[in-house]
Nanobody, 122 residues
Framework: QEQLVESGGGLVQAGGSLRLSCSAS????????MGWFRRAPGKEREFVAT????????YYADSVKGRFTISRDDSKNTMYLQMNNLKPEDTAVYFC???????????????WGQGTQVTVFS
């Protein structure tokens, strides 16, 4: 089974930036769509962004459009989420995942990592 591991979370002031990384083992990484979900305290997990195989299709939740950028480097089996202009409402545990399509990722299907904490203070 391919393992997904998130990193890059931390504590940041509102308006600041963080870059999350998601690394995977195995050689199947390039064949998957990838993406990010997040879970805020007391909330259900929600979709953040997804990127297709070869990065041809990218989708963002309305709440992060213009602030977050998703990318992938298949040669390194790594996906990134660049988060700019962070807001307190972005505080959550961020999970990376992969599935057979961006539609599946947006539905929360597939395989997911353990998450990394992002905390934004004002």
């Amino acid at each position: 089974q391919e393992q997904l591991v998130e990193s890059g979370g931390g504590l940041v002031q509102a308006g600041g930036s963080l870059r999350l990384s998601c690394s995977a083992s195995g050689r199947t990484f390039p064949s998957y769509a990838m993406g990010w979900f997040r879970r805020a305290p007391g909330k259900e997990r929600e979709f953040v962004a997804t990127i297709s195989m070869s990065a041809y299709n990218i989708y963002y939740a309305d709440s992060v459009k213009g602030r977050f950028t998703i990318s992938r480097d298949d040669s390194k089996n790594t996906m990134y989420l660049q988060m700019n202009n962070l807001k307190p409402e972005d505080t959550a545990v961020y999970f990376c995942g992969r599935a057979q399509s961006t539609d599946w990722v947006r539905r929360g299907l597939g395989s997911w990592g353990q998450g990394t904490q992002v905390t934004v203070f004002s």
